[in-house]
Each structure stands twice: as C-alpha cells, then as structure tokens.
C-alpha cells in the first residue's frame, strides 16, 4: 500500500508560468514533509520541506503547501525556469531524526521553452 | 552543507562476482544510514536501514543474506551486493539523515549514487 501518492507522472508547464505538483499522503503518523528535485542519474537534492505544524512554507522560488486535513500537499515553483525540468519526489516522515522516509512515485516536470 | 559521498559511481560487473558500495559522510556523523534503490521510472525503493554497531534493519522483501550491509564507522557504511545478478542492475543511493535549522527540520542527504550493470 502506497503511503505517499504522486498521481501525476509527468507535468509540462511552459516557462514562466507556475508549476504546480501535488502529493498525496495516508498515514496520518507522518509528521514531516519533505520535495526532492532528481536530475537523471545523480542522487535526490533536497527542495524544501514543512513541518505538520505549519499550512505554509516559502523559500525563493518555491513554496510548499499543507492540508493536514485532506492528508495533501503540493509544491508551487513559479516562475518556472528551464533548469527546474527534473523529477520531483514528495516524501514523508514520522518526528524522529532517525525516521526513514517514505518517497512518492515522482512526478516528471518538463519545462516547455 | 553536509555531503554525503558513493563510490565508486559507476560498476560492472559479471554475473556471480559480488560488488561492493561504499556511502560516507564527509563532514558529519551518522549512527544510520539508509540504502535505496531505484528502478528506471519507478520511486526510490528503501532496502534497508544501516545501523552503527549494530545489524542492519531490512524492508519487507529484501534479501538480507544477498545486500549485505555493515556500518564500519560513524562516517561509513558499505552494500555488498553478492554473486549478482543481471535483475539486481540498477541505482543504489544511500543518505543520511542531518540537522538542518531549527526544530524538527531533518532532512535526509543523499550520496550521488551508484550505477550498477551486471551483465
């Protein structure tokens, strides 16, 4: 059973416009979330992250929403730049430092010239 | 930042011969480390979960008797994939989990990865 659901397995947007890329959880124990950005063969980079504590959290480009309630969040990147064509993996874990993480599927963004 | 470095980064070897794969942080420690692997279009797939001084936990479905896992130090942990076999070709990531602001802000660091092709 998949814990962290990324319906969406490609998304183009053109450049400049947003991006958005949603993320759906079920365990209602995850109390971290995290985006990673993944270029094809080189490991995951982190992107940003929201604690359950917060609805909201922004940083530059990118701005990653929260709804505890509806057990969902999307990433918003905007404007869109060529450079952010990548994977993108929703990810979530429990509180403790040590927790493993459990990753979506990806979802393929392609940025359109 | 913290890095976290893999070697070697690209491997082939023949079927049967065992590879191994080194993940360390380079400018800090980690008591755990974790160890994934990713099929083409498909998510990063936990195997296990790397302990310092202790056995390694595995996921439901990996064979700990074929990915093995040792925890040598608190800045290195290795995956020796034995007498391997074609199926097991893929990319192996490993991370570790850091501090990053205040709070409850971990984040995990990812190594580079590892290619592995075993023809």
């Known amino acids: 059973d998949q814990q962290v659901k990324q319906n969406s397995p490609s998304l183009s947007v053109q450049e400049g416009r947003i991006s958005i890329l949603n993320c759906d959880y079920t365990?209602?124990?995850?109390?971290?979330f995290l985006w990673y950005k993944k270029y094809p063969a080189e490991g995951p980079t982190f992107l940003i992250s929201i604690s359950s504590i917060k609805d909201k959290n922004e940083d530059g480009r990118f701005t990653v929403f929260l709804n505890k309630s509806a057990k969902h969040l999307s990433l918003h990147i905007v404007p869109s730049q060529p450079g952010d064509s990548a994977v993108y993996f929703c990810a979530a874990m429990g509180m403790n430092r040590d927790d493993k993480i459990i990753f979506g599927k990806g979802t393929r963004l392609h940025i359109l010239p | 930042g913290a890095v976290v470095s893999q070697h070697p980064s690209w491997v082939i070897c023949k079927s049967g011969t065992s590879v191994k794969i080194e993940c360390r942080s380079l400018?800090?420690?980690?008591?755990?480390m974790f160890w994934y692997r990713q099929f083409p279009k498909q998510s990063l797939m936990l195997m296990a979960t790397s302990n310092e001084g202790s056995k390694a936990t595995y996921e439901q479905g990996v064979e700990k008797d074929k990915f093995l896992i040792n925890h040598a130090s608190l800045t290195l942990s290795t995956l020796t994939v034995t007498s391997a076999h074609p199926e097991d070709s893929s990319f192996y990531i490993c991370s570790a989990p850091g501090l990053a602001g205040v709070g409850s802000s971990y984040e995990q660091y990812f190594g580079p990865g590892t290619r592995l092709t075993v023809t």
């Open positions: 400018d800090f420690q980690a008591t755990t």
């Open positions: 365990n209602s124990m995850f109390d971290y």
